[in-house]
Structures are given as structure tokens and as C-alpha cells.
């Protein structure tokens, strides 16, 4: 079982959950984080981190946010390690909890 970031995080990327994270699995793109399937423990720390409640298990994934447990595995790949908190976006809290963000996401 792994972890993944959801639709949520898309435009707030809060950066709480990274500084927990024992194994780094945290990986950081443009305007959202993702969970390295490969490398995630699951140990849980990171999900009550989440300010936003944008962390889920795949065994609890919402059936709408399902598509983000790929994405996650996808983006990992090729976005760099987080390993340290960063400032939130300036605008992070306008963002947090509208929905169909997916179509924001930045590659």
C-alpha cells in the first residue's frame, strides 16, 4: 500500500507533510506535490501534516480521485526530491478545498 496527494493540493501546496516524511518520498512540482509509490513507507505521518486533507491511502482514495494514485507514481518520476517546508503559494488559501483543480495542474 502506498499514499498519494489528491486534487486538493493543486494551487496550495503546503509543505507540512515533507518535513515528517522519514524516507523523502515527497516530490515537488510547479503548483502541487506528489508521493513516490516506490519509496513511501507507509508510515502515515505525512497524512495528518496535510492541512488541507489532500493525503490519502490508495485503499482510501475517494472514487473521484482515484486517477491521482498514477499521477503520483508518473509525476515522481520526473519531479524533483522535497525534502525541507517551503512558504505556501501567496495565494494558497483561496485555493483550498474548491473543486475540478485538475485541469490547473502543472506539469
Known amino acids: ?3 498519494a496527494v489528491t486534487e486538493n493540493c493543486i494551487k496550495c501546496k503546503y509543505t507540512d507533510c515533507v518535513e515528517v516524511c522519514p ?9 502541487m506535490l506528489v508521493i513516490d509509490p516506490d ?3 507507509d508510515c502515515t505521518l505525512c497524512v ?4 488541507i486533507n489532500a493525503i490519502y491511502s490508495e485503499d482510501d482514495l475517494p472514487a473521484d480521485q482515484e486517477q491521482f494514485l498514477e499521477l ?6 520526473v519531479w524533483p526530491v522535497l525534502t ?3 512558504d505556501a503559494p501567496a495565494d494558497a488559501a483561496e485555493w ?6 485538475l485541469q490547473y495542474l502543472e506539469r
Open 1 to 3: 500500500m502506498t499514499y
Open 23 to 31: 524516507v523523502d518520498c515527497f516530490h515537488e512540482g510547479p503548483n
Open 39 to 41: 519509496e513511501c513507507i
Open 48 to 51: 495528518p501534516e496535510c492541512p
Open 72 to 77: 503520483n507514481a508518473e509525476l515522481a518520476k
Open 84 to 86: 525541507e517546508m517551503k
Open 96 to 101: 483550498e478545498n474548491k473543486p475540478d483543480k
